[in-house]
């Protein structure tokens, strides 16, 4: 089984012994940090329900980060909210819609979760390498997101 294989079977295990959503992101995010070299900084962002074009930071792994509630539209996590698409940015420091976290951020991934079509939520990596996240980082994460997006089944109603 390959690497990747490997960690969505841990994660799949994961998310079937997590109490709560809240838990299972936790779970998550602990999961792919320790076991991705240079994934330095794993969290999500989960739209608020009650202010529908903004993202309020969820779960995370890394240093703190002052960008807790996050306006559709501004940086990268904004785009990924608007386009509700992947973004990978090979380096963050050319891309003029960036919220720094850190001057330690070189790259960054951020990949949508999606219910029914509607974007509820996204995981954002950040990598204190230059262009970190290639085409096998992108379809691990989105194979991530794709296992977690049953969990926001509610905040898509049919
Ligand atoms: N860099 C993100 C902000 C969130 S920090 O990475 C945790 C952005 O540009 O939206």
Redesign the pocket.
């Given at each position: 089984m390959d690497e990747s294989a490997a960690l969505l079977a841990e994660i799949e295990r994961a998310l079937a012994a997590a109490p709560t959503r809240e838990a299972a992101l936790a779970a998550v995010c602990r999961l792919v940090a320790t076991r991705r070299p240079g994934y330095d900084?794993v969290?999500f962002y989960c739209v608020d329900p009650e202010r529908p074009r903004e993202l309020v930071l969820g779960p995370f792994v890394g240093e703190p980060?002052e960008?807790t509630r996050?306006p559709f539209g501004?940086?990268?996590?904004?785009q990924v909210a608007e386009r509700a698409e992947t973004m990978v940015v090979e380096d963050?420091t050319a891309e003029a819609n960036?919220?720094?976290?850190s001057l330690a951020?070189r790259s960054?991934i951020v990949v949508p979760i999606l219910v029914r079509g509607r974007f509820v939520a996204q995981l954002?990596i950040?990598s204190h390498q230059p262009a970190r996240f290639g085409p096998a980082d992108r379809a691990l994460c989105e194979a991530i997101c794709a296992r977690l997006a049953p969990l926001f089944a509610g905040e898509a109603p049919q």
């Open positions: 900084w969290g980060t960008h996050i501004r940086g990268i996590c904004g963050v960036h919220l720094a976290c951020v960054e954002d950040d």
